[in-house]
């Protein structure tokens, strides 16, 4: 039992490990975002002294490319939702891996207090058979001490 047990933790282990590294992606495709955010936002800022200035190819390159860094920031939220899709669904695996775990590791430890008590019982058995031994033997020579004196 104990290889299965040990085989268990094993799994429970790279299931964590892979839960790890699946957030650690997820951090580093937020920060990605939070980034093409920002540079979005940064460039905003700067198209408007473009509409100001009036330059008409200025602003069709500028909503152009405005355009462009909008797909990529919708782009980066959908690989951040399937990020997190892939997180959730391995969160589940991770809880499942461990619920078998706990209930090996309690079937394991029934066990031994099964054996345990058994091992008692036959100890406190072999005591008892010794006692009554004990018993007969000094009822029988406590008899035949008796009888002699008579």
Do not use: P
């Not at 100001?52 to 860094?69: D, F, H, P, T």
């Not at 951040?80 to 461990?98: G, N, P, W």
């Not at 430890?109 to 033997?137: C, K, M, P, T, W």
């Amino acid at each position: 039992m104990q290889r299965v047990l040990d085989y268990r933790v094993t799994i429970e282990e790279a299931l964590l490990a892979e839960l790890a590294a699946i957030r650690a992606e997820h951090e580093r495709e937020q920060a990605r975002l939070t980034d093409m955010v920002r540079a979005t936002e940064v460039f905003r800022h700067k198209t408007r002294d473009w509409l100001i200035a009036g330059s008409s190819e200025k602003i069709k390159r500028a909503y152009n490319y405005l355009q462009q860094l909008t797909k990529q920031v919708s782009a980066q939220e959908a690989s951040i939702r399937r990020i997190e899709e892939r997180e959730s669904r391995k969160m589940a695996e991770v809880l499942e891996a461990s619920k078998n775990r706990k209930a090996l590791e309690r079937l394991r430890e029934y066990r031994l207090a099964e054996h345990r008590r058994e091992s008692e019982r036959e100890e406190q058995n072999f005591l008892d058979d010794i006692a009554g031994v004990r018993h007969r033997r000094s009822a029988q020579f406590g008899d035949y001490a008796a009888g002699g004196q008579s």
